[in-house]
């Protein structure tokens, strides 16, 4: 039990484009997603923390505007790039709790982004 | 600033041994913590976790040790096997918002047959 799907797995775009990349949990509900970003060699650093039916909460520095987050069901998270550009080339990944006594999260696979 | 630190990049050891992996903290707020595990071209799966009121938590072949004065914890697997290559993250946060981890940059794990 407990698998986040991830989707795309991978995608490449064209600068200036929006690409939304999905997370769903498929045999749990997920009243908690989490939107990461990795950068080679580096942590996953948390963007964005979002509950659902609520609007997402933002970390620092990460723009709200740029990167906008939907989690619309207890199932569905979206991560929209908007205009992407060259510098927002990474890897996405996103998690999810159940909101239980569980403390750890459910990662999906992760989404490689290359804008070109 | 890095809050949570995992200082070598990759480990190499060989099969039947034991690995070691480190992690090393700076918010001393942190009383929780966990490690994952990450295949290429998957996301992390959760392997073991530690609360601060334990300093050594065991599950199988895994072990997590935790130091609270030195802000350290480490993963030991012993035997390794070679499907145990993979990059090991680990996490700290507050056990009073388990939605909010910090996490380090991961080691690579070669365990060779």
């Known amino acids: 039990g407990a698998v986040v799907s991830q989707h795309p797995s991978w995608v490449i775009c064209k600068s200036g484009t929006s690409v939304k990349i999905e997370c769903r949990s498929l045999?749990?509900?997920?009243?908690?997603m989490f939107w990461y970003r990795q950068f080679p060699k580096q942590s996953l650093m948390l963007m964005a923390t979002?509950?659902?039916?609520?609007?997402?909460?933002?970390e620092q520095g990460v723009e709200k505007d740029k990167f906008l987050i939907n989690h619309a069901s207890l199932t569905l998270s979206t991560l929209t790039v908007t205009s992407a550009h060259p510098e927002d080339s990474s890897f996405y990944i996103c998690?999810?709790?159940?909101?239980?006594?569980?403390?750890?999260?459910?990662f999906g696979q992760g989404t490689r982004l290359t804008v070109v | 600033d890095q809050q949570v630190k995992q200082n070598s990049p990759s480990l190499s050891v060989q099969e039947g041994r034991i690995s070691i992996l480190n992690c090393d903290y700076t918010n001393s707020m942190f009383d929780y913590f966990l490690w994952y595990k990450k295949y290429p071209a998957e996301g992390p799966t959760f392997l073991i976790s530690i609360s601060s009121i334990k300093d050594k938590n065991e599950d199988g072949r895994f072990t997590v040790f935790l130091n609270k004065s030195a802000k350290h914890l480490s993963l030991h697997i012993v035997p390794s096997q070679p499907g145990d290559s993979a990059v090991y993250f680990c996490?700290?946060?507050?056990?009073?918002?388990?939605?909010?981890?910090?996490f380090g940059s991961g080691t690579k794990l070669n365990v060779k047959p």
């Open positions: 998690s999810a709790r159940d909101g239980g006594f569980r403390t750890e999260a459910f």
């Open positions: 979002s509950n659902e039916g609520s609007k997402a909460t933002y």
């Open positions: 996490a700290a946060g507050e056990s009073n918002n388990f939605n909010k981890f910090y």
């Open positions: 045999d749990f509900q997920a009243t908690t």
